[in-house]
């Protein structure tokens, strides 16, 4: 019985070793492949190419921004309520055309005094020179200022917002800007083209120089930049002018770059 005992024992170490046996020899394997790999990727000649796609889009949201500026004396909370009731008016008309609450956004709240200050004379009397001193500038009175940001998905909508908001209680209307709203498949585009260029230029090199082509080491792209275009600051007029006109708007076209490079392996 204990002779059966010490035969299975035995099978079950030779067993055990030859499984750490193969365990080793796959990681020995593996780690040669990697550190052919890195070798490979590091020191062996290769060739870099890159190229850059483009691709037009229309834009689908524009945006602007509107304010309401307030100046009188040092009563700031008359001046806050006025500034208030014709920022709010404002916002409101902004709703009752369709503008969804989360597409208007306040970017600023600001009360700046208003300063009366007094200019020094100096005089030359003889021999000596007499100046008389300038007293500190008193605060005469405040300016309240309050912006709006609006974006904008109805592009048939936004000459008539930007009149509306000044005949609503704006003074100030700027920053017209248009751009899109997601850029996934116009981006996949501009790379899809980089991509098939930068394929094209690194075989017609391949074939010049009389080498071949590897594997691919590397694919690097650069962090696209994404135009958005604005208008002219447009100085509307003094709120609640009924001659406000709804301007003449066009969105136009913009135009993603997507930069990729390509690093193959080259053979002889």
Sequence with gaps: MKENNMEKTKDYLRIALIVASLVGAYALFNYASNYS?????????SLWISEEGKATAVPDI???TFKVVTEGDTNIGSLQKNNTEKIDAAIDY???EGVD???ITTLSYE???RYRTYACTAGLYSAEVRVTACPPADIVGYAISQGVEVKVRDFEKIGGLLAGVVKNGANNVSNLSF???DLTDVQNQARAEAIKKAKEKAAGMAKAGGFRLGRLLSFNEDTPYYPVYYGKDMA?????????AAPRIEAGSQEI???VTLRYQIKN
């Design 236 to 244: 509307m007029g003094m709120g609640g002018a009924e001659t406000a």
């Design 94 to 96: 902004i709703k009752s």
């Design 111 to 113: 009360i700046t005094p």
């Design 101 to 103: 609450a989360k597409d």
């Design 257 to 259: 770059s997507v930069r």
């Design 62 to 64: 524009a945006s602007f």
């Design 37 to 45: 790999l890195s070798v490979v990727s590091s020191s062996a000649p």
């Design 179 to 181: 751009r899109i709203d």
